[in-house]
């Protein structure tokens, strides 16, 4: 599976750039870094962490990513 597809036909309910870099389905959600709240992907496994930054932009708070990621107003990342 190309990135190129995912993008074409966007995986909304799991992060794209996740299932094609690592092979896992991982939930969209809000992360926060210094840089901004953005669209990503978090692995709750045993190492535990952010695993992909999905969006391009960065949103000046929870409220607007939540409302990004609701709405589909947001630009998917063609690679990490």
Known sequence: MSIQNLI???VTEAGALALNYTGKRLPL?????AAGY?????DNGTEG????????EYF????AA???LQTG????????
Not at 38 to 42: I, R
């Open 8 to 10: 074409d036909k966007p």
């Open 29 to 33: 959600q809000v992360l926060h870094s």
């Open 38 to 42: 953005y669209l990503g992907t978090f």
């Open 49 to 56: 962490g952010p695993v992909s930054r999905e969006s391009v």
């Open 60 to 63: 000046p708070s929870h409220e």
């Open 66 to 68: 939540s409302h990004a």
């Open 73 to 80: 107003a947001w630009t998917q990342r063609p690679q990490p």
